[in-house]
């Protein structure tokens, strides 16, 4: 699978030896790179492009040994003062779901104005796992700008396609297609072999099948064969620009009607030659929102969450499902009501890392004064929760101790076998792990078909 940000862009940022340029990513599937994208244009001359790849650290900085090079040489042509997609290929490496990496830019030349300039997006950047970040002194010290990005993109496999080696990439295949239940219809989950911006065509009448013959010396043969839709609908994904995964909610959809869809779409805000193929889908009873992680006792002892002082749940799905929110059994304090933010991170090891998946901030006004209680719904940005992954579950709030929030927290005989309770004393920075006790929670979503 992919990373990608290919969207917008405002600015661009020049990288002349010893200067580097670096994207921090973090993919969500385990897969070997073999291939990197970068909307690039040349400064008036070129000198040697070199792009590596290194693990990131927590502040989104590249570190250790390298990982992958391009081999320094360039897949398409490049000019100065035109903007053009490079495409570089790279040695093989596994890129581990979950982990950070950045990718480095620099250009080898030693003479005035040979370097190289690549194209990021300054202001209202969107790619929700890196950021883009900078150095002038050939990696000693590295600024990063934590609401800026690159563009770029990361190929590999699975799945095995081939990579097309010439940019322009104007042609999509998709490469991954899954379903999973809404209240009232389904959600269709895309991945594509190159960023695009997708349109769902689909139909309720079955799609018309029409053979074209052609003439070859006297003899009426097959040529091809066209497919009419009508009375179509057309569906936008959810996500703006160009992306490699692509979601769209196509409802009202009533249940046991069988549907006929496809999908159009632009590459670079220009039309894409490519058609999907024809899928249909008879919409099944499918229960959502479900339950799926949960450690539900009400009794126990109540946990403090202000200022520095963060609390944390951890949890193991054992079914893949599209996660949504969370119920969580709180309390507050009788003076004030803060903010109470809702992270949910990566937790290998029971060690939350990286960026959130998914955050909220949440009134305590809708939390009752203690000694009062009761299960609080959360709900959250939508994220594929991977089966067999561990996720933590983080609270933090801005408040005093008056006014602090409470979560409930069994310390007795807590049974929860995938994951276990956090505290900090830090604002994060450092966990401590309480293999004794467990938080009261419930992890809801949305299954797959």
Known sequence: MTEAYTSFGDSWQTCRWPDRGAQTFRPLYTHTLFYVDLQLKADLLVGMIVIQIYEADANHKPKGDMLSDSYGY?????YPFISTR????MRPFEAIAGHYYAIVLHSEGALPYTGIQWRFDAAGATYPRGMRSFTMDGGVSWTVYSGSDFMFAEFGSPPTLPVPVKPPVDKFVPTLFEKSALTDGVRFHLATNVPCHLTCYWTASEPKKHPVTRVIRGLVVPWYTYFCFVAWHAVAQVEPGDTLYHTFHVTPWEIGQKRWFTFRGNVDDVLSPSV????????TPLTTPQKFESYEPEVGVWRGIYGSIWRGQTFTPVQRHVFNGVYLLL??????????????LLAPDDEPTGMPKSSRPFSLSAIPRIPDYRWVIVPL???IAEAGTKYGIILHSTGSSAAQCYWRADIDAPTYPRGISLASTTAGDRWDKLTDSDHSFQDWGAPFY
């Open 74 to 78: 360039l897949a398409a042509p490049l």
């Open 331 to 344: 309390s507050r304090g009788p003076y004030g009501w803060p903010d109470l933010t809702i992270d949910i």
């Open 86 to 89: 490079v495409r570089m290929k």
């Open 276 to 283: 999907g193929p024809v899928f249909n889908f008879i919409r």
């Open 381 to 383: 940005a939508e994220f």
